[in-house]
C-alpha cells in the first residue's frame, strides 16, 4: 500500500529514519510492517452495534406519545 504524503510529513519521517540509522525506504517498509500487524491482530467487531446513549435514550423516550 502506497500512501502519499505531504513534503513535512516525508521530512519527518526522514529524520526519524536517520535517528534509527536506516535509510527512509526501509524505514517505511518496516513501519507499514509494523502498522500490518497491529490491523491484524485487531479484533473486528462483527455485527455488534453500540448501545445508545443515555442522551440519545431521554429523547428518543421523549417522541414518543404518552
Known amino acids: 500500500m502506497?500512501?502519499?504524503?505531504?513534503d513535512a510529513?516525508?521530512?519527518y519521517e526522514r529524520k526519524r529514519a536517520a535517528k534509527?540509522?536506516?535509510s527512509l525506504?526501509?524505514?517505511?517498509?518496516?513501519?507499514?510492517k509494523q502498522e500490518a500487524?497491529?490491523?491484524a491482530a485487531r479484533p473486528?467487531?462483527?455485527?455488534k452495534t453500540k448501545k445508545p446513549?443515555?442522551?440519545k435514550r431521554?429523547?428518543?423516550?421523549g417522541h414518543k406519545p404518552i
Open 2 to 6: 502506497i500512501r502519499k504524503m505531504t
Open 9 to 11: 510529513q516525508i521530512a
Open 20 to 22: 534509527a540509522n536506516k
Open 25 to 32: 525506504d526501509e524505514w517505511l517498509k518496516i513501519k507499514a
Open 37 to 39: 500487524k497491529v490491523a
Open 44 to 47: 473486528e467487531h462483527a455485527g
Open 53 to 55: 446513549g443515555l442522551l
Open 58 to 61: 431521554l429523547v428518543e423516550r
